[in-house]
């Protein structure tokens, strides 16, 4: 072979490697979670404090559901919101009264969950933008979730939301209360944001 077409074999087989890895980064990644925006499929990165933090959340909701028979607590699980327009949301905690799934009602044992839950918990994460949370929230109550609590590990806080207008901010000494929605569960956020210790971000100056 002449030194030519060795130079344009190498070429070649560089091109098909790039091609390759250009096919690779835009094939969706079956593991990532992911949510169906009217029909478009949209990855929902999460970070580690925020995957604990929902975590803990999941642990205490789902003692409640036990304890009290009240429903169904679930984590990162994909509820069709709206078949009509493909619109299927992933909140990283829900809670389905029995009024909406009761106990002895089966599961579907394949495929997304088709019920509106009454209850969805968003943890935010620092990489999350406020207008994604605003469609969301314009979602959920659209789609007949009854309220949405939005947990900020990073500034201790919870976001009670009754609409997309009324809001409620509790601080870590405040006691977390379910109300209408989840009646009888109650969280002290000391507590709860104790056992998810989450570093400062850096500062711009310090990037």
Known sequence: MSATAVVEAAEQQRVVAQQSKLVEATEPDDEALYEIEYGRRVEVPMSVASTVASSRMFRYLDAYAETHRAGWAVSECLFILDAGRDL????????????????????????????????????????????????????????????????????????????????????????????????????????????????????ESDA
């Open 88 to 203: 299927r949301r992933r909140p990283d905690v829900a809670f389905v009264s029995v009024q909406r799934w009761p106990l002895d009602k089966p599961l579907p044992a394949t495929g997304d969950w088709p019920v509106v839950p009454d209850l969805a918990i968003e943890v935010l994460s620092p990489h999350d933008r406020f207008e994604k949370m605003v469609q969301k929230l314009r979602e959920y109550f659209a789609c007949g979730v009854r309220q949405v609590w939005v947990v900020m590990p990073l500034q201790r806080q919870v976001y009670i939301y009754s609409s997309p207008t009324q809001v409620r901010i509790l601080g870590e000494a405040e006691e977390l209360d379910g109300g209408e929605v989840v009646p009888g569960f109650r969280l002290k956020l000391g507590e709860y944001f104790a056992s998810v210790p989450v570093e400062p971000l850096p500062l």
